[in-house]
């Protein structure tokens, strides 16, 4: 079944370390995103890719970062610049041209001690 | 600055009754519009959607309708059943050429509770 991959699914780390969350997916999208979610705030955009090798940041990159070097992949390392993290990402994907609607993962949260 | 806004962040609502959600947004260049349904801990799965060129979109219980003129849509759920209970969250895009990723922006969620 095609779809989008989170890993872990609970993650802890200690202040001050870097963290990678994993995303995949096997639906053949283009484009990928990163959102946060926190109580009350919706969803922010983090980062996001059209295409290989290339991503823009969203309205909430300070601290993150990310790279595209598969069309399948979609890391996003918390960096220790990231100032409270502690919260549930979620990654999402959509094909580049049809669907304006993502298809998203089931998220990871992130808790920072 | 909020583009997208739901200002009711919970809504308590009888089973069989009609549920109403509500949502404002404040970017004219905004031209599709989406709800997902998200339960805790889980990703947002998408439920309904509408082009600025409807007024309204219906799939089984659930309509969603659009006011251009006014930038608000809302989202019908009749009759509610308890399953509905989750946070939905409205979304909007603009889809044009000079729009950068066709990104969504999503308004804050309101917390749906079915009562049996």
């Known amino acids: 079944d095609g779809g989008i991959t989170q890993s872990p699914k609970y993650l802890f780390r200690k202040e001050g370390q870097n963290v990678t969350l994993s995303c995949e997916q096997n639906?053949?999208?283009?484009?990928m995103y990163w959102y946060r979610q926190d109580p009350g705030q919706g969803l922010r955009l983090i980062y996001y890719?059209?295409?290989?090798?290339?991503?823009q940041k969203g309205d909430i990159a300070e601290g993150y970062s990310v790279s595209r070097e598969k069309k399948e992949s979609f890391p996003l390392t918390v960096t220790s610049a990231q100032k409270n993290p502690t919260a549930f990402y979620l990654c999402?994907?959509?094909?580049?041209?049809?669907?304006?609607?993502?298809?998203f993962g089931s998220g990871t949260r992130l808790t920072v001690v | 600055d909020q583009q997208v806004k739901q200002n009711s962040p919970s809504l308590s609502v009888q089973e069989g009754r009609i549920s109403i959600l509500n949502c404002d947004y404040t970017?004219?260049?905004?031209?599709?519009f989406l709800w997902y349904k998200k339960y805790p801990a889980e990703g947002p799965t998408f439920l309904i959607s509408?082009?600025?060129?409807?007024d309204k979109n219906e799939d089984g219980r659930f309509t969603v309708f659009l006011n251009k003129s006014a930038k608000h849509l809302s989202l019908h759920i009749v009759p509610s059943q308890p399953g509905d209970s989750a946070v939905y969250f409205c979304?909007?895009?603009?889809?044009?050429?000079?729009?950068?990723?066709?990104?969504?922006?999503f308004g804050g969620g309101t917390r749906v509770l079915v009562k049996p």
């Open positions: 999402a994907s959509r094909p580049r041209t049809g669907a304006v609607g993502y298809t």
């Open positions: 639906l053949n999208h283009d484009a």
């Open positions: 890719s059209q295409i290989v090798n290339d991503f």
């Open positions: 970017n004219s260049m905004f031209d599709y």
């Open positions: 509408i082009s600025s060129i409807k």
């Open positions: 979304a909007a895009s603009a889809t044009g050429r000079s729009a950068a990723g066709n990104k969504l922006t």
